[in-house]
Each structure stands twice: as structure tokens, then as C-alpha cells.
């Protein structure tokens, strides 16, 4: 077995990247491999609770993301000053996350066998 990680670097709703992403981690995650998830960045915002898309014609990735816990995702990581420079904060996130900071993802990445950048 591998263990995974998606890095989502890119807000919700610019394109289609984290949309396939997330379908691709879902796929992963049904095969029963091990998977993580990193938002740092503008990834963060996928996170923030209360979005529209629908709005602006949009689908919403919060479904998506309240999901992941059915496919085993074995954890939502955020990285901390992403959230403090886009001004989240943890209680304004749709899902429970843990917290990582900066100086540690460099060891986080390289924990896992297979990284997906999102």
C-alpha cells in the first residue's frame, strides 16, 4: 500500500482542478490506500464554511468535502498561516481540520509515498 497526499493549493471555485482532484482522491480512497488531504494557499477556501457557488452557477465542493470522511480519508490538514493571511479561521470552516504550521510541511510532504498537487 501507498500512502497519499493531495495538496490543494487552488480555491474552489477557479476551474475545474479541485473538483478533479477531489473525484481523484475519492477513487483513491475506495481502493482502500491511505489518504491525506493539505489545503494550504487559496486551497484554504475550499474549507470556508457557508459558500454560494450556486449563485454564480457553480457547484459547491462542501458535498464533496463532507464526504470524504465515508471514503476513509484518514485526515484534513490546513496549514495555519495560510488560514491567518486569507483571513479563516478554524470555527469559520465547514469541516474539521488539523492544524499544521508552515515550517512543518516540507516533513509532512515527505512522509507520503504519492503527492497530488490539486
Request: charge should be negative; hydrophobic fraction near 50%; charged fraction near 25%.
Amino acid at each position: 500500500m501507498k500512502n497519499f497526499l493531495f495538496v490543494m493549493r487552488r480555491p474552489p471555485h477557479e476551474g475545474t482542478a479541485v473538483r478533479e482532484s477531489l473525484d481523484m482522491l475519492m477513487t483513491v480512497a475506495a481502493f482502500d490506500q491511505p489518504v491525506r488531504v493539505l489545503f494550504l494557499d487559496d486551497g484554504v477556501f475550499a474549507l470556508k464554511a457557508g459558500q454560494r457557488p450556486d449563485v454564480l452557477g457553480l457547484k459547491p465542493v462542501e458535498p464533496l468535502l463532507a464526504a470524504l470522511d465515508f471514503y476513509g480519508v484518514e485526515g484534513l490538514w490546513v496549514e495555519e498561516e495560510s488560514l491567518v493571511q486569507r483571513g479563516l479561521r478554524p470555527e469559520g470552516l465547514a469541516l474539521p481540520v488539523r492544524g499544521i504550521r508552515r515550517a512543518e510541511v516540507a516533513g509532512f510532504v515527505a512522509g507520503a509515498d504519492v503527492v497530488v498537487n490539486g
